[in-house]
């Protein structure tokens, strides 16, 4: 019997991995992997869709091709994968390399002439499947820190024929790991408000004891009713300190399964959705990801497997039961968590209108206007997951709208109308959101229609309306005016803007039009003479910056080049 299970555990997990191509993709970097991100790990508003391999705090690291096929999309942006490529391989996979510093030389060639082309640093371009073939283990690019990235690494993707991101361990990609998950935390949950946990209907964190043998024995809690449990959990790799996300988690009641999730693939428009997953109150209260191991209403997500009662269990009085959580990376490394729970029947005083007093409805499946003063506010069905109640004041320019702890589907729609608003600069007023103690204004990208501004946002919050009549700054950083820049590869300005942001720039030499990289990071613009089109010797160089509500500085200067 015992040679009969082992078989069979040996046959799913060969089964497991033939879904995908093994040993077809290999590793796009020739130095030891090392991840500082984990796919379907959690981020602010989505789950992470690859890895992220350390590039050892350097730029410039080889880029290699995983696997034979053609560029079938670059995409160059400020923001987002920054520099990133896209190939796509005979058997219908799409391997993405994002955070570029550069190409390899041909791609750079091909890329620049689009940039050239269409006087813009922003570009994205889709090659047909004969434009540029890549052979395999060719080298592609160079690692860099472009886009929205917070330091030097690569983040790679594989996607299927329908763009979900796969995660590429599940290929054969391999990294060292030896240690199990850890759990910081573990909280219980009431699903109405007939559920009571130790005495109380709200969230309730849990006292968690480590044992000797790596798993988490819960201190025994008193429940009745319909409850849910939630995590904050977390893996590390051997060779890298950093907190990951986790492979799959399982929770059991009694024995039984009662839920699987498993970060194994998803779809980016569910993606999105994260916020669903984690309690979004909490988090943006102590910037801590609880998972809620329970299914609510409302929730898209495709991460869930054998589901039952959405993952709640029920509690009868005068019980004894016990709830278990199975944690694992990729590598099978597991914890377990051991939560035993006694029946009890306690009533909570729980005052139906102590939440809602003074609070304004928004509802799941009607569409809601609020109006005040020169203040609408649109909320279009399945706007919330939930039927809230939110705050909603409007003082003279400044709408109070709740605050940021109900996560939203889509966006909602701020109009501010300025029939009556006195001011001689009217076009330099936009929408904002107030931030931080001071109350900071942070450009919403606001729209102009009359005397109507409009802007949307997924943000509960502060918004109010900001002048802005402060042109951007634009400073040389390695020359001066009528300076020989002969021997210098680059050309080097900082711009910046201090209210509404830089929106759009443009540098012409001689009248001609520049490639000037940008980097919001940095808030450097960047010119590579190797493109050679600076050739005469004197050069006059017009920089123009504007910012988001059409303040524009003008920067000229001459230089001189052999």
Not at 35 to 44: D, H, K, P, Q, V
Request: charged share 25%; proline share 4%.
């Amino acid at each position: 019997m015992k040679k009969i299970l082992i078989l069979l555990l040996i046959t799913c997990s060969l089964q497991a991995q033939s879904e995908y191509p093994q040993d077809y993709f290999k590793n796009p970097l020739d130095i030891t992997l090392v991840l500082s991100g984990t796919f379907g790990e959690l981020r602010s508003s989505h789950f992470h869709a690859g890895l992220d391999f350390k590039t050892q705090q350097k730029e410039g690291l080889k880029v290699y091709t995983s696997a034979e096929g053609y560029v079938s999309r670059i995409k160059i942006s400020h923001y987002g994968y920054g520099k990133a490529l896209y190939i796509t391989h005979p058997n219908g996979y799409t391997t993405v390399y994002g955070h570029l510093q550069k190409f390899s030389e041909r791609l750079e060639k091909y890329i620049k002439e689009c940039q050239y082309e269409k006087e813009s640093y922003e570009v994205e371009v889709f090659p047909s499947s004969e434009e540029l073939l890549v052979a395999s283990n060719e080298v592609i690019a160079y690692s860099g820190n472009t886009g929205g990235s917070g330091g030097p690494h690569l983040h790679f993707e594989i996607r299927d024929n329908l763009e979900r991101p796969i995660n590429p361990m599940l290929f054969g990609i391999d990294v060292k790991d030896t240690k199990a998950p850890f759990v910081s935390a573990v909280y219980a949950y009431p699903k109405d408000e007939h559920a009571v946990i130790n005495g109380k209907n709200e969230r309730v964190p849990l006292r968690l004891i480590p044992q000797k043998n790596g798993s988490y024995e819960v201190e025994k809690i008193s429940a009745y009713g319909h409850i849910g449990f939630g995590i904050t959990s977390y893996d590390k790799q051997d060779l890298a300190p950093n907190n990951n996300g986790l492979s799959n988690i399982q929770t059991f009641f009694n024995g039984n399964k009662s839920l699987e999730i498993d970060f194994r693939r998803f779809s980016f428009d569910e993606s999105k959705h994260i916020k669903r997953l984690i309690d979004y109150a909490y988090y943006k209260e102590k910037k801590s990801r609880i998972q809620k191991l329970f299914i609510e209403k409302n929730n898209p997500l495709s991460l869930y497997k054998d589901a039952y009662d959405n993952g709640y269990v029920r509690i009868e009085d005068s019980t004894s039961s016990v709830y278990k959580i199975r944690i694992r990376d990729y590598k099978g490394n597991e914890t377990w968590v051991n939560v035993p729970i006694n029946g009890k029947h306690e009533k909570v005083g729980i005052d139906p209108y102590e939440v809602i007093l003074n609070k304004t409805l928004i509802s799941v499946n009607e569409p809601t206007t609020l109006d005040e003063g020169n203040v609408m506010v649109d909320f279009y069905k399945n706007t919330v997951y939930d039927d809230v109640h939110i705050d909603f004041k409007v003082n003279s320019d400044t709408l109070y709208l709740h605050k940021d702890n109900i996560p939203l589907q889509k966006n909602f729609y701020i109009h501010y109308d300025l029939s009556n608003y006195k001011s001689e600069h009217l076009d330099k007023v936009y929408i904002a959101r107030m931030y931080g103690f001071y109350n900071r204004p942070s450009y919403v990208s606001t729209k102009r229609r009359g005397n109507v501004l409009s802007a949307r946002s997924k943000t509960l919050g502060t918004y109010a309306l900001a002048m802005d009549t402060i042109a951007p700054t634009i400073k040389p950083i390695n020359f001066q005016n009528k300076k020989w820049l002969s021997k210098y590869r680059y050309l080097k300005v900082k711009i910046d803007d201090d209210l509404s942001g830089i929106s759009k720039y443009r540098a012409t030499v001689n009248g001609k039009w520049i490639l000037m990289e940008y980097d919001y990071k940095t808030k450097m613009l960047v010119h590579d003479f190797n493109d050679n089109i600076v050739k005469d010797t004197k050069n006059d160089l017009k920089i123009i910056v504007t910012d988001n509500v059409g303040n524009s500085s003008t920067f000229e200067a001459t230089f001189f080049r052999k």
